[in-house]
C-alpha cells in the first residue's frame, strides 16, 4: 500500500505540481527563477563546492538521462563487458565527486555567517534532498554493482510504464530499500522543484559557453576597478595559457605521430608467415636468374659452341632469342633454304634489345628509335638512326650423332648440308666468333 | 708580366671576391638585406632547391636503411619499401617527387638568377659552383634513375652511356675507340649489370653527395658574403633585412613547398604517369619495352637527340655548356633586359622540349600515335 503511494502515486503528484507549479511561478514570480548565486558572499569554497558538485551530477544525469530515453541503445551498449566497466566507473566517479562537491558547499552554508544570513529554509531541505538522494546512488553504485545494467529490465520499464501512463510498480517492488528510496527521493526533489532554487535546473543559459566568465562583487569603485585590472590581467594569461596551450598539444601530437611513424619506418615491417614465403620466393626466382646469368657466362667463356635448340623450333616469321658469345642478346630465326639464321639482337644505333616478330617486308624492329633491320642481310632502313647492318653470328647444325652437317663461317660461306636429316633431329648451336682473318 | 704582379692580381683577384673584412656574422647575416623589386620572387628559388635538397638528404638516408644495391636484389628491395615498410611508399614517393621539384627549381634559378645578372663582378665564383651544383643535380637524377633496378631505368641508362659511344664516330684515327672506352669504365664491365649499379650506387649515396656539400658550402657561403645581387637595372626603392623577414618569409615558402610535396607524394605514386610493365625488374633476356624514356627533365636534350644528328647536339651541347660557365665573362656588358630575354628564351625552348617534346618530335618524324 504505502509501495503504491510511494511509487505510482507520488510520482504522479510529483510531477502534477511540477508542472502546474513551475507555470505558477513562471506567470507570478519570474525574477525569482535564479539559483541566487552568492558568490559576492563567500567566493572561494563556493568554487571548490559548486564545480565539482555540478560536473559531477551533470554527468550522472546524463548518463541517468541516456538510459531513461534510449533503453535499447544502452542496453545493447551494457551488454558489452568494456563498456559497462567504463559506464560505471564514469557513474561512480562523477557521484562521488557530486558528493564531495555537496558536502563543501553544505559545510559553506552552515559555517559562513554571510551565508546564513541569506540561507533559506527550503534551501537547506534541498541541500538535505540532494545529498542524500546522491548518497543513496553512490551506496546503490557501490552496494547492488552493475546498476548500469540491471535497471534496464526494472527502473527503466518501471520509468516509462509511468509516461505511457499504465503504471507497474511490480517492476521495482523487489528492490532493495537502499534502491526504492533513491526513487522516492528522485520524486520528492521534483516535487522540490518549483518552490526552490532547483528551478534553475529548467533555464538552458547556453550563451553562457561562449560569453567572457562575469564575477560577482561587492561594487565600490575602488574595489571594482581593482577587480577590472585584475581580470584584464588573468584573462590575457589565460588567452596566452590557452594559446600556447593548444600549441604545445598540436606540436606534441604531431611530433608524437611523427615520431611513431618514424619508428616504425626504422622499425621494419612485422609479416605474417604467408607473406614472408611469398617474399623470400620472389627473392630466390631473382637471385636464380641471376645465378643462370652468370652461368650463362661462364658457359660461353668455357665451350666453342653453344646450344639454341632444335632446328625445328625455329621459325621463319617470329625470331626465338638467346644470349650470344658478347652476353648479348641475339636472334635465332629459319631461313629461307631450312637452315638457321642468327642475327644479333643488341641494336647498332644505341643498344636496345631489337624485337622478334617479322614484318612482312622481312624486318624486325627496334622499339627505341624505330630502326627496321632486313634480317637477311643485317641492314637498317634508309634513314633510320641505326647506321650500320646487325651482324650476322656463326652457327653449326649437329645432328642427333653428334655428327656436325653444316655450318656459317665467319665469311659468311656456308658449307655443308642438312643431308636430308629431318629438322627434329637437328640441333642448332652459336658458335664463338672466329678470330677475324681481316 | 712578373712573376710578382702575376701574384698580386691573383691576390687582389681573390681579395675582391673573399672580402676579408666581411667575414663575419655582423655583415653575413645582421647587415645583408635583399631588394624588393618585380622580380624579387626569383630570390625564394636558390632557398627551395635547398629545401627540397635536404628533403632528399633525409629521405635518402631512410631509404638507405632497405635498400639493397645487387642486381638480383634492387628491385626486390624497392619493392619491399614501397609495399611493406610502414611509411616506406611516402618516403620513396617523397624522394622521387622531391628530386623532380628540387631539379625544376634548381633550373628556375639559374634562369632567374642569369636574367638578374646574379653573376656580376664580384660574383662570378657563386656563378661557377652554381653551374657546377647544376651539374651535379643532373649527376644525381641520372645514377639515383637507375638504382631501382626496372625496366625503364636500366634501359634508359644503357641508351644514356651508349650516347657516349656515339662521340667516337667524330673523333679521328685511335681516339675514335676512346668514348667506348671511357662509357667502359663508368659502367664497369661490357653491359650495364652489377659492376654498374655498384658504382652508380657508389656515386650516387656517397661521391655526389660529397661533391655536392662542398660546392653549395661555397656557392651559400659566397651568396651570404657578398649579399643578394641587385637584380634590376634601377636601384630598388626597398630593401627588407635578410635576417629575420627575409628567412622568415623563405621558411613559409619552404612549408608550402612541403605540403604541396607531401599531398603529391601521399596522393601520387610517381610510377604513375608511365605505363605499367616499364617498372617490372629488369629482365635481361627479353626485348626492350616500348616507350623507353629519360626523366622529363633531361626531355631537353634527348628530343633534339632524337631529332637531329649526334654532331649537331655534341656540337650544340658543349656550346652551352661552355656559355654556361663562362657566362660572367661573355655577358659582363649585356643589360639586364637583354639578359631577361635570353632567359625567356632558354625558359621556352626549356618548357617546348619538356611539354611538348613528343610532339615535336612526331611533327618531324610523322607516326604519330
Not at chain 1, 66 to 78: G, I, K, T
Not at chain 1, 197 to 218: D, F, G
Not at chain 2, 317 to 329: K, N, R, V
Request: glycine share 8%.
Amino acid at each position: 500500500m504505502i509501495d503504491a503511494f510511494l511509487l505510482v502515486g507520488l510520482p504522479y503528484l510529483a510531477l502534477a505540481v511540477c508542472v502546474i507549479g513551475v507555470i505558477w511561478r513562471w506567470k507570478t514570480q519570474a525574477f525569482s527563477w535564479s539559483s541566487l548565486s552568492s558568490q559576492f558572499l563567500e567566493a572561494r569554497q563556493l568554487r571548490w563546492g559548486s564545480t565539482p558538485w555540478h560536473l559531477g551530477i551533470l554527468v550522472v544525469l546524463l548518463g541517468h538521462g541516456l538510459a531513461f530515453a534510449f533503453p535499447r541503445v544502452w542496453e545493447s551498449l551494457m551488454s558489452h563487458p568494456t563498456l559497462l566497466v567504463i559506464a560505471e566507473t564514469v557513474g561512480l566517479g562523477a557521484g562521488a565527486m557530486a558528493l564531495a562537491g555537496l558536502v563543501v558547499l553544505a559545510f559553506r552554508r552552515l559555517a559562513s555567517g554571510r551565508v546564513q544570513a541569506v540561507t533559506s529554509t527550503m534551501d537547506l531541505v534541498v541541500l538535505a534532498l540532494l545529498f542524500f538522494q546522491v548518497l543513496l546512488g553512490v551506496l546503490t553504485a557501490l552496494l547492488y554493482r552493475w546498476g548500469a545494467s540491471w535497471s534496464t529490465t526494472t527502473v527503466v520499464p518501471y520509468f516509462w510504464s509511468l509516461v505511457l501512463l499504465q503504471p507497474d510498480s511490480s517492476l521495482v517492488a523487489d528492490l532493495p530499500p537502499v534502491v526504492k528510496a533513491h526513487l522516492v527521493g528522485a520524486w520528492l526533489i521534483l516535487l522540490a522543484v518549483p518552490f526552490s532554487r532547483l528551478v534553475h535546473v529548467l533555464a538552458l543559459p547556453l550563451s553562457y559557453l561562449w560569453r567572457a566568465p562575469q564575477i560577482v562583487i561587492w561594487s565600490s569603485p575602488r574595489r571594482a576597478a581593482k577587480m577590472v585590472r585584475e581580470q584584464r590581467v588573468q584573462e590575457s594569461r589565460r588567452e596566452f595559457l590557452k594559446g600556447a596551450a593548444g600549441v604545445a598539444v598540436a606540436g606534441s601530437l604531431l611530433s608524437l605521430g611523427v615520431l611513431e611513424k618514424l619508428a616504425r619506418f626504422f622499425q621494419g615491417p612485422k609479416l605474417a608467415g604467408e607473406m614472408e614465403t611469398v617474399l623470400l620466393t620472389k627473392r630466390l626466382h631473382r637471385i636464380r636468374m641471376t645465378a643462370e646469368e652468370q652461368a650463362l657466362q661462364l658457359e660461353r667463356q668455357k665451350s666453342t659452341r653453344i646450344l639454341i635448340g632444335r632446328l625445328s623450333e625455329l621459325s621463319s616469321s617470329k625470331g626465338k632469342y638467346f644470349i650470344d658469345f658478347n652476353m648479348a642478346p641475339a636472334l635465332a630465326f629459319l631461313d629461307a633454304n631450312g637452315l638457321p639464321l642468327l642475327i644479333s639482337a643488341k641494336c647498332t644505333h644505341l643498344g636496345c634489345t631489337v624485337g622478334s616478330e617479322v614484318n612482312a617486308q622481312g624486318q624486325i624492329l627496334c622499339p627505341c628509335h624505330i630502326s627496321y633491320f632486313t634480317i637477311t642481310t643485317g641492314e637498317p632502313n634508309v634513314g633510320a638512326p641505326a647506321k650500320t647492318p646487325l651482324p650476322h653470328l656463326e652457327w653449326v647444325v649437329v645432328d642427333a650423332s653428334g655428327k656436325d652437317l653444316a655450318h656459317r663461317g665467319s665469311s659468311g660461306a656456308i658449307q655443308g648440308s642438312l643431308q636430308g636429316v629431318p629438322p627434329e633431329a637437328c640441333s642448332v648451336y652459336v658458335a664463338r666468333p672466329t678470330e677475324e682473318a681481316s | 708580366m712578373s712573376l710578382y704582379s702575376a701574384i698580386k692580381r691573383a691576390k687582389d683577384y681573390a681579395a675582391e671576391r673573399f672580402p676579408i673584412e666581411k667575414l663575419n656574422f655582423h655583415s653575413m647575416v645582421e647587415k645583408k638585406e635583399v631588394p624588393v623589386h618585380r622580380l624579387s620572387w626569383g630570390y625564394y628559388l636558390g632557398g627551395a632547391a635547398l629545401f627540397f635538397l635536404l628533403v632528399q638528404i633525409v629521405t635518402g638516408l631512410m631509404l638507405l636503411f632497405y635498400y639493397q644495391p645487387t642486381v638480383s636484389d634492387a628491385h626486390a628491395s624497392v619493392e619491399y619499401i614501397s609495399d611493406y615498410v610502414v611509411g616506406g611508399a611516402l618516403v620513396r614517393n617523397m624522394h622521387s617527387w622531391s628530386s623532380s621539384m628540387m631539379i625544376a627549381c634548381v633550373i628556375a634559378h639559374l634562369l632567374t638568377a642569369f636574367a638578374m645578372k646574379a653573376f656580376e663582378k664580384p660574383r662570378e665564383i657563386t656563378w661557377l659552383t652554381g653551374v657546377g651544383l647544376l651539374f651535379l643535380t643532373f649527376g644525381f637524377g641520372f645514377t639515383g634513375y637507375l638504382l631501382p633496378w626496372n625496366q625503364i631505368a636500366v634501359n634508359a641508362t644503357k641508351i644514356g652511356l651508349q650516347s657516349i659511344e656515339q662521340v667516337g664516330q667524330y673523333l679521328p684515327g685511335q681516339m675514335a675507340q676512346w668514348p667506348r672506352a671511357i662509357r667502359e669504365t663508368i659502367q664497369g664491365e661490357a653491359a650495364v649489370g652489377q659492376a654498374t649499379l655498384s658504382r652508380f650506387y657508389a656515386i650516387h649515396v656517397i661521391v655526389l653527395p660529397f661533391a655536392l656539400a662542398a660546392l653549395l658550402g661555397l656557392h651559400l657561403f659566397s651568396v651570404q658574403l657578398h649579399g643578394m645581387s641587385r637584380g634590376v637595372e634601377d636601384p630598388p626603392r626597398r630593401q627588407e633585412k635578410f635576417f629575420p623577414m627575409f628567412l622568415i618569409k623563405d621558411l613559409s615558402v619552404w612549408g608550402v613547398a612541403f605540403f604541396l610535396l607531401f599531398l603529391m607524394a601521399l596522393c601520387l605514386p610517381f610510377e604513375s604517369f608511365s605505363p605499367y610493365p616499364l617498372f617490372e625488374a629488369f629482365d635481361p633476356n627479353g626485348s626492350t619495352p616500348d616507350g623507353i624514356k629519360p626523366e622529363w627533365y633531361f626531355y631537353f636534350v634527348y628530343y633534339p637527340l632524337e631529332l637531329l644528328p649526334f654532331g649537331v647536339i655534341l656540337v650544340g651541347s658543349g656550346l652551352a655548356m661552355l656559355m654556361l660557365l663562362l657566362t660572367p665573362w661573355l655577358f659582363r656588358s649585356t643589360s639586364r633586359k637583354t639578359l631577361r630575354i635570353l632567359a625567356l628564351v632558354g625558359a621556352a625552348y626549356f618548357l617546348g622540349m619538356t611539354l611538348f617534346g613528343e610532339d615535336i618530335y612526331h611533327i618531324f618524324k610523322g607516326g604519330g600515335q
